[in-house]
């Protein structure tokens, strides 16, 4: 069955560090996106790729980055620069952003 | 940009109907979706409007109004598994992004 797949579920980490959240999809979808979402929040958009070898920001990119070297796969890495780190964040991917987003499961990163 | 409003909050009992709003400001509207998102969890597609009018599915209905920057998610029956989050996302010219409301959390009471 195809999916979307984010690991790991939990993540923790001390301040000061970066850390690479991974996302992987079999879907064959040509789009991939990053959210973030805090507590009772909505989500806001960390980066988007619409194609291999392309990125580009969302709302919210200070202190993330991200990669698209594969079709397959769009890690995010939270960088030690990014404020407030905690909080749960979504995968999502499409084949065209007329179609419904298909979302991981999700990451919960803790920074202490 | 783009400005999307929901209410934080909805009660309602079980068998009743709700409606939860949305309004939205953003330059290159395309399309609008719904998803329904339970707590910890992923959100799920529920639907998607681009024209002008009610889409029915089930116990869930949408309804836009692109002129006047307006949709709503229409429940009926409803059931405690219907207690969630409900997120309004807007789409823009060329389809590139989804943003998305801050959502509006519904509990559903028996």
């Known amino acids: 069955d195809g999916g979307i797949t984010q690991s790991p579920k939990y993540l923790f980490r001390k301040e000061g560090q970066n850390v690479t959240l991974s996302c992987e999809q079999n879907?064959?979808?040509?789009?991939m996106y990053w959210y973030r979402q805090d507590p009772g929040q909505g989500l806001r958009l960390i980066y988007y790729?619409?194609?291999?070898?392309?990125?580009q920001k969302g709302d919210i990119a200070e202190g993330y980055s991200v990669s698209r070297e594969k079709k397959e796969s769009f890690p995010l890495t939270v960088t030690s620069a990014q404020k407030n780190p905690t909080a749960f964040y979504l995968c999502?991917?499409?084949?065209?952003?007329?179609?419904?987003?298909?979302f991981g499961n999700g990451t919960r990163l803790t920074v202490t | 940009g783009q400005n999307i409003d929901q209410p934080t909050e909805m009660t309602a009992t079980e068998g009743a109907i709700v409606q939860i709003n949305c309004t939205y400001q953003?330059?290159?509207?395309?399309?609008l979706f719904w998803y329904q998102q339970h707590a910890g969890e992923a959100p799920t597609f529920l639907s998607y409007?681009?024209?002008?009018g009610l889409e029915e599915k089930g116990r869930f209905s949408s309804f836009l109004s692109r002129s006047k920057g307006y949709s709503y998610l229409l429940l009926k029956e409803l059931q405690m598994k219907d207690s969630a989050s409900y997120l309004c996302?807007?789409?823009?010219?060329?389809?590139?992004?989804?943003?998305f409301g801050t959502g509006t959390r519904l509990l559903v009471s028996p």
């Open positions: 790729s619409q194609i291999v070898n392309d990125f």
């Open positions: 996302a807007v789409t823009n010219t060329g389809f590139q992004k989804l943003v």
């Open positions: 879907l064959n979808h040509d789009a």
């Open positions: 999502a991917s499409t084949k065209t952003g007329a179609q419904p987003l298909h």
């Open positions: 409007n681009v024209l002008d």
């Open positions: 953003t330059s290159g509207f395309n399309g």
